[in-house]
């Protein structure tokens, strides 16, 4: 199967000739009929994993609060643990690990630093208060990120 390699701008795989695209158009039919709309296959399928998400998510916290786990010791080990398995995967599927420009490497690495504080705070804060109070203030994210995206990016959502 013809495909064009990832770049930059774009990092999807995208078909290259007819066969491909027909494939393509055929996995999209199969599930939900090409839509991502209520009631298709794929949107079922996004509310069982978002779900399934957000079960694993209140459990984890469940148990680290209930095991008093330092959150700086959980967040190495998890670091550890991600680096080894998600670096293991990346080399084995794909031979550019580093990003090509050094913007995109500066994006990475702030998202990384910044990603990683927030699970910090995300752990930490399950050692101030409760978990139902931890879990609402944090499930509160995705408000932010549509506020944001108005602000910065001028999303416009109807």
């Not at 495909?3 to 999807?12: A, D």
């Not at 984890?60 to 190495?76: G, M, P, R, S």
């Not at 990475?108 to 927030?118: K, S």
Request: with cysteine.
């Amino acid at each position: 199967m013809a495909t064009k390699e990832p770049t930059e701008t774009s990092p999807l795989i995208l078909p290259t000739t007819v066969a491909d695209a027909a494939a393509a158009a055929a996995v999209q039919r199969d599930l939900g009929g090409g839509g991502r709309g209520r009631g298709s296959l794929a949107w079922r399928v996004g509310i069982v994993l978002a779900t399934l998400s957000g079960v694993l998510h209140t459990a984890n916290n469940f148990f680290i609060q209930y095991f008093a786990v330092d959150a700086l010791e959980l967040l190495l080990v998890r670091s550890a643990v991600q680096a080894l398995a998600l670096g293991a995967l990346a080399a084995a599927t794909d031979p550019r690990l580093v990003p090509s420009t050094l913007a995109t490497r500066l994006f990475v690495a702030t998202q990384a630093v910044l990603g990683g504080v927030r699970l910090y705070m995300n752990f930490k804060c399950l050692g101030f208060m409760p978990l139902g109070d931890a879990l609402t203030i944090i499930f509160t994210e995705p408000l932010f990120t549509i506020i944001l995206s108005l602000i910065f990016l001028r999303t416009k959502y109807v």
